[in-house]
């Protein structure tokens, strides 16, 4: 299993100050929340923990190697990302989109094989897309999407997964089983950082917050330590009421 | 399109890759056979039999393999080498309306031969020129594209765009301020058809190395459709696949310009009605561009230089009025 | 069957030795600077332009005349030859299946390409563009060296040099008359002295009033031709008449020409390509000349 450590790090979000170098790391089992407003640069620190943007300052380390000095291919077998935007100029079909999770564990001259395909099916089946297999893509709805996406991730099976706002269209079922996917994934050794904007969903399936300002501030730690009403309604600009519900926190935006 | 896509036995992307590609090369076969086997001069079944067999009269053997052959052969290479171009320029700029000409590489191609044949020179050096022309146009437009910014698709279409207009405008100013002796074999140039075509030899050789390039790069082009930062997370080195596309796509139009000067059409029709028909896997895609393009433009030209013979239609005219219809109706069939 | 064939063609390429030794070898040099020999006078003679084709005929050489192209009408006998496309785009096969023993090429009017072609068949191509009147009465000549009908072409060649040389001499102490020539107009285009019209007019006493411009066929615009301020103005064109292009210029009261009536047309298919109805031509546009003396 892997382990992701950003050192000294700041995130390069353009016209904004410095603020607070993350160091910080990410473990096998650990499933991290990134917290904070519109503009915070959730999306950003995501892309730039995967290496697909410099940081201004410090660097990125997958398994103790600065990110930079790895190929994309050997980061691509330990980093799964969910994007939060998709472009599909081409049509493609649901079962050739999951494939393509294939990609970096296969040479150049490989087709995908059966075991490949196998890999594809059980993880748009686990995402409940499986009946889908032969639409195309721009065809379906925006949760389905979602589902595809992830299954995408699953199929390329890598050890640490960076999510940018995974339970976006979904209902509600289908929120928690992602969830649920997630915490199941991080249980059986990987690791997981996600940004969310659901409080509620971080209180319930997270183990650690990270806390992003617009300013650029940050503060990061177990969750029960972050997640305080004072902290969270500075964080929003909003005030919460504070209640608990099946053991665990949940968090209401009053007028 | 479920309907096609099953009778060509492409169901899924990862099995059947060799149906489609196997029925393209019989049409691609059949093609050149007719292209061969006739003219406006009539050689009958077994006279041409006759020639294949390397006998025959004179006069049929000329016909056959001393015009039509290489004529075919011409054609055939030229619509290979566009269409694969537009495939991927289209994968390039991840927009379905890219062709080979859109970056501005038949502008630069055109302002290099000119140019030489303003300088009275003549041949291989005509062709020479127009093919550093293009590559000059390549570097240009990828060099501005990239400037102090970011580089994006939208912004190399739109300098590729402005680029080809300025070529145009340089063009046009060549033409205005050329004697008149040397305006005629300009105009042709710039007509482009596979009557003025040469020796079919170096387009083919391109046409094969890059279709075998394409098979190790196909399923990283169909990351790349995705998306630049899908397939960066996907584990594809985006910049180095994205020059080695736009480069081998440049030298795809560069030739097939100083072949046939430009035609339009196949480079951008091509790879649509394949990937309305075989979905969108380049390692299916792109081989299967280079043969139905090659057929396409073998057809059209057969129809140029028969259809009202002698007179000789440009083979242009003859692409688009095959082209077009053929492709609103795949368009309007397709969800 | 296949014997019989052999035979044929065994016979056909026996042919033309049989006739070199009958006939000596011809030799002609062509408007590219090119020696062209044949080894017997050309039976089948394929002529790629319009003018190509009047010439050849000229040098008594019509009944020759196996190939023509587009627009090839004079003399009227050249219609029913078989046409082998345009002059831009050649019908490759049909040329090649006519089997033409001489090529006649137009340098700036063929495609080089095709023409080199044309070569590589092993058929030898005779490139032509006269500039000028020695020019035309040089290539009858020549074209009658390589066809065979040497005196016919002679004779021809001396009618037109004696035609022309009698223009120059009736109209050389002429009072000169100031023209614009007309060969367009949308957009207007003239010509300058370089051209054979221009050389027609200087012939018969008219100064072109555009004669110094670089370019072969100028663009021009309506002011320039309001400054030039010529005396007369002959229209040229596509067809036969263009009363029109004239009544353009009758908006412009000021203009000498429209004041003196000098408003010509003259049928352009007698002067517009490089042979000997030049003579014919340059008549006609003396002619006119005379009569806008006659308007002084």
């Given at each position: 299993m892997s382990r992701l450590e950003a050192c000294e790090l700041v995130i390069d979000v353009?016209?904004?100050?410095?603020g607070r170098a993350l160091t910080l790391s990410l473990e096998p089992g650990q499933v991290w929340g990134v917290l904070g407003p519109n503009g915070a640069g959730k999306t950003t620190l995501l892309h730039t923990l995967a290496g697909l943007r410099a940081p201004r300052r410090g660097t990125v380390r997958l398994d103790g190697e600065p990110l930079a000095a790895l190929s994309r291919r050997r980061v691509a077998r330990a980093l799964g990302l969910v994007f939060q935007e998709r472009h599909d100029g081409f049509p493609a079909t649901v079962r050739e989109t999951a494939l393509i999770g294939r990609h970096p564990w296969l040479s150049p001259w490989q087709m995908e094989g059966g075991e490949d395909v196998q890999l594809a099916e059980a993880a748009l089946a686990r995402l409940d897309v499986a009946h889908l297999g032969e639409r195309l893509v721009n065809t379906l709805s925006g949760g389905e999407r979602q589902r595809l996406a992830i299954a995408t991730v699953l199929t390329q099976g890598p050890a640490i997964w960076l999510a940018d706002e995974p339970t976006n269209h979904l209902d509600l079922h289908h929120q928690t089983a992602v969830m649920a996917l997630l915490a199941e994934q991080a249980a059986e050794g990987r690791a997981v950082l996600m940004c969310l904007h659901d409080l509620n969903l971080a209180a319930r399936w997270c183990d650690r917050v990270l806390l992003l300002y617009p300013d650029g501030e940050a503060c990061w730690g177990p969750r029960d330590t972050m997640l305080v009403p004072s902290v969270l309604e500075r964080l929003y600009g909003q005030r919460l009421a504070t209640t608990t519900v099946d053991g665990a926190p949940v968090f209401v935006p009053v007028r | 399109m479920h309907i096609v896509r099953h009778a060509l036995g492409v169901t899924g992307s990862h099995r059947g890759l060799g149906r489609p590609i196997g029925v393209l090369a019989l049409a691609a076969l059949a093609a050149l056979t007719l292209a061969v086997g006739i003219g406006s001069v009539a050689v009958s079944p077994g006279e041409l039999w006759a020639v294949a067999t390397g006998q025959g009269e004179p006069l049929s053997r000329t016909l056959v393999l001393e015009l039509r052959l290489p004529r075919a052969l011409s054609a055939f290479a030229t619509g290979g080498l566009l269409a694969l171009a537009g495939a991927l320029m289209q994968v390039l700029l991840r927009n379905p309306l890219a062709d080979p000409y859109v970056l501005g590489l038949s502008g630069g191609a055109a302002v290099g031969a000119l140019a030489a044949m303003l300088a009275g020179l003549g041949g291989a050096l005509i062709t020479g020129s127009a093919f550093a022309g293009a590559l000059l146009s390549t570097l240009l437009v990828f060099g501005l594209a990239h400037g102090t910014g970011s580089w994006t698709p939208a912004r190399l279409l739109l300098t590729g765009v402005v680029v080809a207009a300025g070529w145009g405008a340089v063009v046009t100013l060549m033409l205005a301020v050329s004697p008149v002796e040397r305006l005629p074999g300009m105009l042709y140039w710039l007509m482009g058809?596979?009557?003025?075509?040469?020796?079919?030899l170096l387009p083919s050789m391109l046409l094969v190395g890059v279709c075998l390039l394409a098979i190790p790069l196909g399923r990283s082009l169909n990351v790349l459709a995705r998306g630049a930062l899908q397939a960066a997370a996907l584990g594809v080195a985006v910049r180095p696949l994205e020059w080695t596309i736009y480069l081998a796509a440049s030298a795809l139009t560069a030739m097939a310009v100083t072949t046939a000067g430009s035609i339009g059409f196949v480079g951008l029709v091509v790879p649509h009605m394949l990937r309305l028909v075989l979905g969108n896997d380049q390692r299916l895609i792109l081989p299967a561009c280079a043969l139905a393009g090659g057929t396409l433009l073998v057809l059209a030209d057969t129809l140029a230089r028969t259809i009202i013979a002698p007179e000789q239609l440009p083979v242009g005219v003859i692409t688009a009025l095959l082209g077009v219809p053929t492709f609103l109706y795949l368009l309007y069939r397709s969800r | 069957m296949m014997s019989r064939r052999f035979l044929i063609a065994l016979a056909l390429s026996l042919l033309p030795m049989a006739a070199s030794s009958a006939y000596a070898e011809v030799c002609a040099t062509d408007d590219a600077e090119r020696e062209v020999c044949l080894p017997a006078p050309a039976e089948r003679i394929a002529a790629l332009s319009p003018g190509a084709t009047e010439l050849v005929y000229a040098a008594g050489?019509?009944?020759?005349?196996v190939a023509v192209v587009d627009y090839s009408d004079y003399p009227p006998e050249a219609r029913e030859v078989p046409k082998v496309g345009s002059h831009t785009r050649l019908d490759m096969e049909r040329l090649a299946a006519l089997r033409p023993a001489l090529v006649i090429g137009w340098v700036t009017g063929n495609p080089p390409e095709q023409l080199e072609t044309v070569e590589s068949l092993g058929v030898p191509v005779f490139y032509l563009e006269p500039r000028s009147f020695e020019g035309v009465a040089s290539a009858i000549e020549r074209l009658g060296e390589l066809a065979g009908t040497r005196e016919v072409a002679r004779r021809e060649a001396a009618r037109f040099r004696d035609g022309m040389a009698e223009i120059h001499e009736r109209y050389a102490d002429r009072s000169s008359v100031r023209v614009f020539y007309q060969?367009?107009?949308?957009?207007l285009m003239t010509i300058n002295d370089e051209h054979l019209i221009g050389k027609v007019l200087s012939a018969c006493g008219?100064?072109?009033?555009?004669?110094?411009?670089?370019?072969?066929v100028p663009r021009i615009d309506d002011a320039s031709v309001l400054a030039a301020d010529p005396e007369a103005i002959l229209a040229g064109g596509m067809g036969e008449e263009n009363r029109q292009w004239l009544t353009h210029w009758e908006q412009y009261p000021s203009l000498t020409a429209l004041r003196r009536d000098n408003l010509f047309f003259v049928p352009p298919s007698l002067i517009q390509r490089p042979t000997p109805r030049l003579l014919e031509g340059s008549r006609l546009f003396c002619e006119k000349l005379e009569k806008a003396r006659a308007h002084r």
């Open positions: 353009p016209g904004r100050g410095d | 058809d596979l009557a003025y075509a040469r020796s079919p | 050489a019509g009944d020759k005349v060969v367009w107009d949308e957009p008219g100064v072109n009033v555009f004669g110094d411009l670089d370019r072969l």
